[in-house]
């Protein structure tokens, strides 16, 4: 698959990323907690726990605008039938280009665009020893820059949490832990508990396969600060990094940086060969700083329509 080049990244390099991206976490997704459904040309991800469900992958190569929108009315009547809100996530490298603005046109609302950023795995955390390595002789904590060797790019030494590294990420491991310690950051990171239905979905996930889930938190004196997860889609080459809140007062400090190591440290362990996130604005610079890449762009799709973000 060729893939969509965005400004800053070479096709050369991002191609086998892209490639086993699409296929293990669009098209042939192994998720333990969403049941694929191919219904030509589409691919839907179904929720059987919760009513919000997804459509990850399309084939509508050829398709005209006419056709594109038949399939559209087709899904929003199959999704209502059954109860569900659902998102159709669309990417900059499919077809149609205008695929967007066929859906906004048939009443789905759209999200601001993310940028799917990608590492290896192994390569990132041999940056970032060399880069421990360099700021003990070279004093790489100042912001100077070491070579990785992956797509070309440079990894750069992020300050420590605290002297010492006083906060570690700590890896949840019960469930009943996962709504309180996302509540707690998440209403402080961003005013409420934006998504009230991911943390019992993450509870529940890591109740039934406990493998297909690692939660991260860092903690000060008890209180969650920081935390992120991952997901596994079964044994594939690729994991996804979600998450990555962390309340304001402790921003600044290199929480986001540690706990994407030690996310990137366990899925290595696992066989993971590549780390992708979906970035905002936000987190963008800091994945950018340790070596992420960007490999392609993507838009939230949903239906029913989203109300206007105030």
């Not at 296929?23 to 009513?51: G, Q, W």
């Not at 880069?131 to 070309?152: K, L, M, Q, W």
């Not at 406990?210 to 044994?235: C, H, K, M, R």
């Amino acid at each position: 698959m060729a893939p969509h080049s965005p400004h800053g990244t070479d096709p050369t390099d991002t191609t086998d990323v892209l490639t086993l991206y699409t296929h293990h976490a669009r098209r042939e997704m192994d998720d333990s907690s969403l049941r694929r459904e191919a219904a030509p040309p589409v691919v839907r991800y179904i929720n059987d726990d919760a009513p919000h469900s997804m459509i990850l992958a399309a084939d509508l190569s050829g398709m005209s605008d006419t056709e594109v929108g038949e399939i559209a009315e087709r899904e929003k009547a199959y999704f209502t039938g059954i109860g569900h809100e659902f998102e159709w996530k669309v990417y900059g490298y499919d077809k149609p280009e205008n695929l967007v603005e066929v859906l906004r046109s048939h009443g789905f609302s759209i999200g601001p665009a993310e940028q799917v950023m990608a590492i290896d795995a192994a390569r990132f955390l041999d940056g970032a020893r060399s880069a421990e390595g360099a700021g003990a002789v070279a004093g790489a904590t100042t912001g100077r820059s070491v070579r990785t060797s992956f797509f070309d790019r440079r990894l750069t030494r992020h300050h420590p949490c605290t002297v010492g590294g006083h906060f570690k990420p700590r890896r949840v491991e019960d469930p009943a832990e996962v709504e309180p310690i996302l509540t707690a950051v998440q209403e402080r990171a961003f005013g409420t508990f934006h998504t009230d239905w991911i943390g019992p979905e993450l509870a529940r996930r890591m109740k039934r396969d406990p493998n297909s889930l690692s939660l991260f938190v860092i903690e000060e004196q008890g209180a969650p600060v920081s935390a992120a997860w991952t997901l596994y889609y079964g044994d594939a080459p690729v994991a996804g990094l979600y998450g990555g809140a962390t309340v304001p007062e402790y921003r600044r400090r290199g929480l986001y940086s540690d706990l994407v190591r030690a996310r990137a440290a366990e899925a290595h362990t696992r066989g993971v060969q590549y780390l992708t996130v979906d970035a905002g604005p936000q987190s963008r610079p800091i994945l950018e700083g340790v070596g992420f890449i960007r490999i392609a762009t993507t838009w939230p799709a949903t239906f029913p329509p989203q109300p206007a973000q105030q």
